[in-house]
């Protein structure tokens, strides 16, 4: 059973009188242990695409389904507090706290049951994802873009959640970071079995993908 599936989709900004499609009667599903790129050229309605599938915004026409449950109905504030997170490019980590802090952030906020240590597991998922204890206490704005991101990507993981969406994750890093970052991406969907949806407009990390769609002119398809 897929875990997220969208179903006749429609999207559009009114532009003027006129309605600018984005997404048209689009329906596409997704599963878990599988890393999935969204591939489209810059203002094709990736972030729009990333928008509908998180609860951000709601499509004007059809659903979004997670687990065969309408996000409608399971509530979009429950349902981004509860069953997925998203990498941004810019990170959008909180600069006046810690690395571990803002990690500790989403579990603050969660209705998941969590462990009974939060810290020690935050301190554990920055380490998983190459974050040492001295820099898990450094505050965010003291570390490089490839250690953010990093910590965004622990953050995205604090919560359990399956569904791990991400925004042109690696748009502000130089290439090796880039590889490191496509590599975790990766690794979570074949050792821990998450569903991973990146958007980008590079082909190289599509190519590293198990599944590529191309969104144009509001049409999204399978990409081989
Ligand atoms: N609130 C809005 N009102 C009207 N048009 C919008 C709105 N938000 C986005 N758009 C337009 O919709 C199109 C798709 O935007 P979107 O940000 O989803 O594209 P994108 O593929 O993520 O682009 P990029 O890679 O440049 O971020 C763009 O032409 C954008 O200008």
Not at 100 to 119: C, G, H, R, S
């Amino acid at each position: 059973m897929s875990i997220i599936d969208v179903k006749n989709v429609d999207y559009y900004y009114q532009d003027g009188e006129r309605q600018r499609y984005i997404l048209k009667n689009t329906t596409v599903s997704f599963d878990k242990g599988t890393f999935y790129t969204i591939l489209g050229q810059s203002g094709s309605g990736k972030t729009t695409f990333l928008s509908l599938i998180s609860g951000l915004d709601a499509p004007q026409k059809g659903d979004v389904l997670f687990e065969n449950k309408n996000i409608k109905d399971i509530g979009y504030e429950t349902f981004r507090r509860n069953d997925i997170s998203i990498v941004f490019q810019q990170y959008n980590l909180v600069p006046y706290l810690t690395a571990v802090e803002n990690v500790l952030v989403p579990m603050a906020i969660t209705e998941n049951k969590l462990p009974d240590d939060p810290k020690s597991v935050a301190y554990n998922l920055l380490d998983y994802i190459g974050i040492v204890e001295s820099k898990a206490n450094r505050m965010v704005n003291q570390l490089s873009g490839g250690e953010q991101q990093r910590v965004a990507i622990a953050r995205a993981l604090a919560t359990n959640v399956d569904v791990i969406l991400a925004d042109e994750p690696t748009g502000n890093l130089d290439e090796d970071m880039e590889q490191e970052i496509v590599d975790i991406f990766k690794n979570l969907a074949h050792q821990h079995n998450k569903c991973v949806i990146v958007v980008t407009h590079s082909n190289e990390i599509a190519q590293q993908s198990d599944k590529t769609y191309l969104l144009r002119k509001g049409v999204l398809t399978a990409y081989e």
